[in-house]
């Protein structure tokens, strides 16, 4: 038999459009007659606009049209309840609703014009008079707001932290090795390279074709149609290219909102792209703080786990993330205490950044393990090993598969981690204090449902459909890979169609989930495909296959095989021909086994590794090395799955050393919403770097044992740099970013 596809490390399919820019992205399909629109933001926290004065603007020729608040259409928009799949509980913001103003950046007008410049050039002219309010943009005088977030939709993926345990105050006081500390975050923006945008095309009868930059087609199908109380049917969503999205397309942002309230309005063709300033003005990393109190007994056994996270949240929303319970996820321990609250602040409503909650949890948790290592004078992967839970401690059942352990000695083994030397401040090279760190990360294994149409077409080639996204991660080119498999056809005699809200449902792209949610489904209607082509070549006059049984034979490169006698077979063009050269459809919809996976716990891990090196006088900081094991189940393409590592390591790495929006609370405004001043890592600051996948079979989990990857590379990132720096330097710093100058500091 021929090599399976899955395994394989195949290129990105769509790559080469992307790259001789041959791919169209929201903003670039050509549309006749098109309107350009720009969006006019608030220039203060919070407040109530006086008077838009919009004459100057609209006297510009080429002009065509400014929407506010005050001579926008009335919209079913304004009644509806349901936001979208992802909008955490409170009121969704709705654009141009009112004269308030809740965050600054808020849209509080859009102009439509001619072209782009005009519509721009005209924003500039719009004035705006208001009356400005009070406000609070720091966490830190509203400590007194704390208070539980409110119960919604979006709680059932990210559940509030569980009750408490045994003793934790009474364990945490006697135990005789304890860490206690604090650990900040700043905001963060996501700033994928594609800005946000939408191009709505408009036809009569208020039918509308909608390129959009998201993550999620169908969810914005649905808010669209809620919104303007159109019917579904008439709404299509498409964005079959998406350059990169990392969570801020996971709810439908402003732009689609305004481009459709425009298109609708002046039943013409709209463009609306938000310029990088504006990628400030929507969801964001919250703000964070958090308490850790780990306590350990002789034996480096950790007996008392005390976690409490604060975030920033909206007025009008209440966003939360995972932070706080994930400890007990990885360490057992008979006293917990975990806590999570929110603050609401005059911001707009944080959203899910890559690893939301994960990351800024694993941060805090594994610099805390590997300084509890340090007051035991215990090896910090050792001391990993001493606590490695075999099953879930949080919830006692086991896991679904968990090769932890394999990470923590492959990626040790690779990495070099013996040769460091235990105490801080003791390796150098040259003028540079060298130091090594270590950290485990854990994510959530998620299946959504997801529903895949097969169609063996006449010609033979096999048409595959889902509404998911390729947000740039490689979903488009494992599809094909596991269609390939699951039917027994080339690749090449494959095609995929994806990303447009008429296709069979898919959920938004995120959280890692998209491979194993498409995965479940293709394999399933894969076989129910091979079914019923088994049944219908058994069937033709003279076929060598009428007494074969489904178990007798094989599927291979677009022919059914007896494996006895392989050359005793049916080609699926014979079958077609024997089908009056109709197509054959199989259509399903898969979910994960819940009731099975009731009794198991699902996640993937990672153990990372990190080499840094500080200059003894200057205090600079260069990550020389990084290595990540991986156990996420089966990798379906060690290429484009290593990809999503290699990236979300970086971006640890980014998080760890440059990345914040920083908040002037004079102002309640960031200061730095621009690529220059909003650093990210760039090519230069990437260290040599690997990725390695351990062996994790999980027949429990889904048809093909997929856990999906991505997140789970970043999670342990920062704490390794932590980690390393502190190992370096003997100086530990609980916030993030970690700048050259705090070295310096005495
Ligand atoms: Mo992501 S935050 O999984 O889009």
Redesign the pocket.
Known sequence: MSQPSIGQPISRLEGPLKVTGAAPYAAEYPLPHLLYAYVVNSAIPKGVIQAIDTDAAKALPGVVEILTHTNRPALAAFDFQFADLDAPPGTVFKPLYDAQVRYNGQPVAVVVAEDFETARYAATLVRIRYEAEAFETNIDDQMQQARNAKKGLATTFKPPPPKPTGHFEQAFAEAPFKVQAEYRHLAEHHNPLELFATTVQYEAGDRLTIYDKT?GTINNQVFIANAFGLPFKKVQVLAPYVGG??????RPQYQLFLAVMAALHLKRNVRLTLDRKQMFTFGHRPQCIQQLQFGADDSGKVTALGHQALTETSRYEDYTEGIAAWSHKLYPADHTKFKAQVVPLDVATPL?????GGVTGLHAIECTMDALSYELGIDPLELRLRNYAETDPASGKPFTSKALRDCYLQGAEAFGWNERHPAPRSMKRGHKWVGYGMATGIWDAFQFPARVEMVLRPGGTLLVTNATTD?GTGTLTVMTQMAADAVGISMQAIEVQYGDSKKPFSM??????MTASVGAAIAKVGRKLQEILFGKASRIKGSPLAKATFDDVYFENGWIRLRQFPEQAVSFAQILASNENKPIAVKKLVGPDALKLRKYTKASHSAAFAEVEVDEELGTITVTRALTAIAAGKIINPKTAGSQIYGAMLWGISKALHEGSVMDSQLGKYLNDNYAEYHIQTHADVPQMEVLFVDEPDPLINELGIKGV??VGMVAMPAAIANALYHATGKRITNLPIHFDQLLEP
């Not at 938004?508 to 989930?513: C, D, I, L, Y």
């Open positions: 993550q999205g990392f969570g801020a397309g996971l899910d950044m890559r690893a939301p947000i938004f792209q995120g959280g890692s989930a991505g997140e």
